[in-house]
């Protein structure tokens, strides 16, 4: 199994930064995608970020030059680092990791979620 602990949310004002880690543990053979989704009531899980194994990335149109997302595969754990902060950025923050683990009768692929994080910008 995989499992994705994040950390980091938490109340900020308007144009303040924030920084979320999620990282990942379990019988993981390799990592190959993790990103940062979030959501708000009402409405569909979007995509903010996600970078690969081999450090390209992709961002929300919302989010570009704001955010910037960066991984340590030595410690299988991915971060936002978040700046300018927006009302509109509120919202519960998932992390989630791709790739390929161990199972009983061999590799297995994975596609897995951490439990969310809530972020909230207000003054």
């Known amino acids: 199994q995989v499992q994705l602990v994040e950390s980091g949310g938490g109340l900020v004002q308007p144009g303040g930064p924030l920084r979320l880690s999620c990282a990942a543990s379990?019988?993981?053979?390799?990592?190959?995608?993790m990103g940062w989704y979030r959501e708000v009531p009402g409405k569909q899980r979007e995509l903010v970020a996600t970078i690969t194994n081999g450090g390209s990335t992709n961002y929300a149109d919302s989010v570009k030059g704001r955010f910037t997302i960066s991984r340590d595969n030595t410690k299988m754990t991915v971060y936002l680092e978040m700046n300018s902060l927006k009302p509109e950025d509120t919202a519960v923050y998932y992390c989630n990791a791709k790739g390929r683990r161990a199972g009983v009768s061999g590799f297995a692929t994975f596609d897995s979620w951490g439990q969310g994080t809530q972020v909230t910008v207000s003054s």
């Open positions: 379990g019988s993981i053979v390799w990592i190959n995608a």
